[in-house]
C-alpha cells in the first residue's frame, strides 16, 4: 500500500447490489440488509438497506461512503451483513420486527489484500428461516457486495487536522464544550440518521 495504515485515512465505499437464493420465502414482507460497520473501541454501527418486497427481483443497488481512520485494529474488524425479513401485515396495529434469514462476515483484511484493494463478489451466507432455525436442503442465501478502500494522501490529512484545530477547540466538536466528542462522532450520527431517513 505504501503508506502505513496507522498512519493513514482511508475512504470506504460499500455498495450492497443484490440477493439471490431466496424462493424459501414463502410469506409476503419486505426483505432488507442490515450491515455492521466499526466504530472503534469495540463499538459497531448498524445501517439497514431501504425495505424490498419479497415479491421483487431483489436488487437493492445502494451505496455508501465513509471515511475512516486505518489502523491495526481496522484490520482485524469485519463487515457483518444479515439478509432479514419483515412480515408487512401490522398486528396488533403494529408492524413487528424483522427476523434474521442469513448472515455473513467479510474482513476488511481481505478486501485490502485485494486487486486495487477493490472486493466485488457473491458471499454465501449462513442461512436461517423465519423461524429462527438453520434450513436444510436448502441453498443458502447469496448477497452480491462490493467494497472498495482507498488510502488518502498524509499531505492531505495534515491539512484537515491543521483546519480542525483553527476552527474548533480541542475536543474537536462544534460545540466547543470539551466533553470529548470528536467530529467523527457527528459525522457517524448523521450519516446513520440519513440512512434510517432514507
Excluded at 423465519?130 to 436442503?137: F, H, M, P, Y
Aim: glycine share 8%.
Amino acid at each position: 500500500m505504501g503508506i502505513p495504515l496507522e498512519l493513514s485515512s482511508l475512504s470506504c465505499g460499500l455498495r450492497i447490489i443484490q440477493a439471490k437464493n431466496i424462493e424459501f420465502i414463502k410469506t409476503t414482507g419486505n426483505l432488507f440488509v442490515r450491515y455492521y460497520l466499526s466504530a472503534g473501541d469495540s463499538k459497531k454501527i448498524r445501517l439497514n438497506t431501504r425495505e424490498i418486497s419479497t415479491k421483487s427481483d431483489h436488487i437493492w443497488n445502494e451505496s455508501i461512503s465513509l471515511e475512516c481512520n486505518g489502523s491495526d485494529s481496522f484490520v482485524r474488524e469485519t463487515v457483518v451483513f444479515e439478509l432479514r425479513w419483515r412480515n408487512t401485515v401490522p398486528v396488533f396495529g403494529r408492524i413487528g420486527g424483522s427476523q434474521l434469514l442469513g448472515r455473513v462476515e467479510v474482513p476488511w483484511k481481505e478486501v485490502l489484500e485485494s486487486p486495487n484493494m477493490e472486493l466485488d463478489k457473491w458471499v454465501t451466507m449462513v442461512p436461517r428461516s423465519t423461524s429462527g432455525r438453520a434450513i436444510e436442503g436448502v441453498k443458502p442465501p447469496k448477497l452480491q457486495i462490493s467494497i472498495k478502500v482507498g488510502v488518502q494522501a498524509e499531505v492531505g490529512i495534515e491539512k484537515r487536522r491543521q483546519r480542525r484545530t483553527k476552527k474548533w477547540d480541542e475536543c474537536g466538536c462544534e460545540d466547543g464544550h470539551g466533553y470529548g466528542c470528536t467530529c467523527s462522532d457527528y459525522e457517524i450520527f448523521a450519516l446513520a440518521a440519513l440512512l434510517e431517513a432514507l
